[in-house]
């Protein structure tokens, strides 16, 4: 199964992503802050052929454009805008951290396109601090120099995002615009949440520093059709746990016939 990349153009920007191609099911997927589209590759080999995974580059990630703007009209509108290129009528949407709040407040906003939500480690109010990521920001000699900025615990997700230049090496993404989208991502985002009722799975992290246990257990008890899963890892559990991760997605596509 080729993952092939292709291309959109929405508000000037040309937005980059991967996709299995197929007769398949179509599911969305949409990654955190610092990471691509890629990270997605293991799931939509193992969902394959039954479901066709198309993974977007977000905004100022991967291989899509930086932009000047980073509010959530403008990545929610990236979706819509993934939608109407593809011309698809519904999907199963599946985000982790950004990407989940992107997927659900796009269902809201557009019911019958979401078939089922997949929410991956994020919770409904969110208040979260990237600032610790601008000195990854520049050029860096060595692959090495730069790893060694990021950090251990943080480099495994990020791996995907490295980029080697003729000037040297860097990350895919900006920190400071990472930060500016984070800033705009923090807030309630209850009613958005519970303005749909497809089926749904939160899969939490029982190490998670972002979701607690408490919140996913009060979205799943508060919105129908909704089911929480917890696995053993932190905030990106299909890097963590691909094993557990990919078990418990395919037994939410089959259960709810989706």
Known sequence: MPLTRHQFHHQGLTFSYLDAGGDGKELIALHAH????????????ALFPEWRVIAL??????????????????EIGDV??????????????????VGAVNAFQFAARHPDSARGL?????????????????????????????????????????????????DGWKLAFDPQEA???QQHLNGDHWTDWLAT????????????KVTTASEAEQMAARRPNTRLVTLRGSHVLHVDDPGGFTKAVKEFLSANHL
């Open 34 to 45: 610092w990471m691509e589209g890629l990270t997605f590759a293991p799931l939509a080999e």
């Open 57 to 74: 580059d977000q905004r100022g990630h991967g291989y899509s454009d930086h932009a000047l703007t980073y509010t959530r009209e403008d």
């Open 80 to 97: 819509e805008a993934l939608f109407q290129h593809l011309r698809i009528r519904s999907a199963v949407l599946l985000g982790n951290s």
């Open 118 to 166: 997949i929410i991956e480690d994020m919770g409904v109010d969110v208040n979260s601090d990237l600032s610790f990521s601008l000195p990854w920001g520049g050029t860096f000699p060595t692959k090495e120099a730069l790893a060694s900025r990021i950090g251990p615990r943080m480099l495994p997700y990020l791996e995907d995002s490295i980029r080697h230049t003729v």
């Open 179 to 181: 930060v500016v989208s």
């Open 197 to 208: 009722d497809c089926p749904a799975l939160i899969i939490r992290g029982s190490e998670s």
